[in-house]
C-alpha cells in the first residue's frame, strides 16, 4: 500500500459501512476521516432501487453522514452508459425511483412501445405483467440491459430474489442475455472514477466481497482492500485466483491510511 499516495477513495455500503441500516463499527468515523481529510471518495452500491437522496437519508439515519453526492448507484452507472451509447433513446424499465430518475436525468423516455432499451433493476414488486412485456419486447428486439447480476438480496424476513435472477428469467424466455453495469463489471469502477476525475493509480476499492467489489477492483487497475465485516469470510479469500491487495477486519483499520489532501 506504499507505492503511491491514496488520493482517493471508493467503498462499498453494505457489509462495509453498514448491515442493513445498522452501522458498523468504525463506519462513522471512516467518513468523518474522509471528508476531514479533503480526500476525494464515493460510497458505491448495486442496489438501484434508490436514488442518492434516499440513501445518504438511510444512512444518515444510521449515523453516517455521507453527501448526496458521494453515493454512486448501479443505477447512475446504467443511466451514464446509456447516454453514452444512445443518448436521448427510449427504455422500458422494470424497477424503482432510484433507475427511473436516473434514466429520466439524462432525458430518457419511458415507453414500452417499440423502446431502445429493456433496462431491468432492482426492485420488491417484481409483476408477472410487467416481466411478461420485458420478454416480448426483449425478444421483439429491445437492448437488454440490467443494473447488476446480483440474484438475491437480504430482508428481514429473509431472502429475496434479485435482479440477476429476474434476468435469468428474462433470458431464459428469449434466449437473449443481458448486459450487466454494476459490479463486478469494471465499467461500475470506471464510471465512478469519471465523475471523481480520478486516477486508478492513486485510488483505492473498498469491499465486503471476493466476487464482486474486489474482482471489479481489481479489473479497473486500483488497489483493493477486503473488509471481513461482510461477504466473504477471512478462510475463504484463499479460494479465490485473484487476492486483494490488503485484508483487514474493518473499515476502523483504515483509519491511519486517511491522510489530509495536499494544497
Known amino acids: ?43 458505491l452500491t448495486n442496489n438501484s432501487i434508490f436514488t442518492p437522496r434516499d440513501l445518504r437519508a438511510r444512512l444518515l439515519g444510521s449515523g453516517i453522514d455521507v453527501p448526496e453526492d458521494a453515493i454512486w448507484t448501479s443505477a447512475l452507472a446504467t443511466a451514464q452508459f446509456l447516454d453514452d451509447q444512445r443518448p436521448h433513446g427510449t427504455a422500458y ?10 434514466l429520466h436525468d439524462i432525458g430518457y423516455v419511458m415507453t414500452d412501445r417499440d423502446p431502445d432499451y429493456v433496462v431491468l433493476g432492482e426492485t420488491r414488486t417484481y409483476s408477472f405483467e410487467a416481466i411478461t412485456r420485458a420478454i416480448r419486447l426483449v425478444d421483439g428486439g429491445a437492448r437488454f440491459i440490467a443494473t447488476n447480476p446480483d440474484v438475491s438480496g437480504p430482508s428481514q424476513q429473509g431472502m429475496l430474489p434479485a435482479t440477476g435472477s429476474v434476468a435469468a428469467l428474462i433470458s431464459t424466455a428469449t434466449g437473449r442475455q443481458p448486459y450487466f453495469i454494476g459490479k463486478p463489471n469494471p465499467l461500475m469502477m470506471r464510471s465512478a472514477l469519471n465523475r471523481l476525475e480520478a486516477h486508478s493509480e492513486t485510488t483505492v476499492m473498498v469491499g465486503d466481497r471476493m466476487d464482486t467489489d474486489i474482482i471489479s477492483g481489481l479489473e479497473a487497475g486500483l488497489r483493493t482492500i477486503l473488509v471481513t465485516t461482510g461477504s466473504t469470510r477471512p478462510e475463504q479469500v484463499a479460494t479465490f485466483p485473484y487476492r486483494p491487495t490488503r485484508v483487514v477486519d474493518s473499515v476502523a483499520d483504515l483509519l491511519e491510511l486517511v491522510e489530509p489532501a495536499t494544497a
Not at 488520493?7 to 474522509?34: K, N, R
Not at 424499465?93 to 436516473?102: D, H, R
Open 93 to 102: 424499465v422494470v424497477g424503482e425511483a432510484g433507475l427511473t430518475t436516473a
Open 1 to 43: 500500500m506504499t507505492t503511491r499516495p491514496i488520493e482517493t477513495w471508493l467503498t462499498d455500503m453494505d457489509g462495509v459501512l453498514v448491515h442493513e441500516e445498522v452501522p458498523i463499527p468504525g463506519a462513522q468515523e471512516f467518513i468523518s476521516a474522509l471528508q476531514s481529510s479533503g480526500r476525494r471518495f464515493l460510497v
